[in-house]
């Protein structure tokens, strides 16, 4: 009786040990040695990728440029025209013809604060140095794959979950909450997925993005083009015609 009560404790523990071994910094660089290697993510400075976009029904080819430290532009074709929406590290801009003009407009404050925060370099990436902190939360299933749940807590307070594949280590689910707008406060959840070869590093060709399980955007990416020299014109708004 004694050993059948060891044998079913051994059973309840051993699983907590498990994942109380695996080390939340081994975790992270699981994660960047797989994919490239931590040199390699110190050194990525820019991406271009090609990309078709599902949103509202509506299938939309793109174009998405980041560089360091947070620049940002994305191109996408809408019934023979472009909208562009970027931002140069200080100023959020974008064209939209479909709103009646293709001069340059500044966006609003709201989302300027939103794009400040979509940093270039992954936030786990030397977290430490950014004043960051992480925590293993234990194991949690996403759709079917058991996965490390690690949760980051930025300088700022701003609190952000991974879900790293226990297999491969690579993040297959993250999940932040809205800071700004009519969705504020609601989490999104984005999935990851179809982890490819580019160059020297492990890409993911698919993202989706859900809130509430409910789908909002789907993004199948076509091509990458690493390190590419991005001039910083790219990314600044334009003088309109008329102040030229």
Known sequence: MKRNIFITLLAFVLPFYTVVAQDVDEIINNYFENTGGLKAWADLSSMKITMVMEMQGMQLEGTMYQKKPNMQ????????KTIVTAYDGETGWMINPMMGSEDPQKMPPEAVEQMKDQ?????????????????????????????????????????????FDTEYFVPIMERRSVKVGPSKGQEVETYISDYQEVGD???????????GGQSIQKMTFTAYSINEDLDDSLFIMPVKSEEE
């Open 119 to 163: 940093k270039f370099e992954s936030e786990l990436l030397n977290y430490k140095e950014k004043g960051h902190s992480v925590e293993l939360q234990g194991t949690e299933e996403v759709e079917g794959t058991e996965t490390y749940k690690i949760q980051l807590t930025k300088e700022n307070g701003d609190v952000e979950y991974y879900f």
């Open 73 to 80: 532009r994305m191109d996408i074709s809408v019934q023979g």
């Open 201 to 211: 590093y492990m890409m993911p060709f698919f993202i989706e993005a859900k809130s």
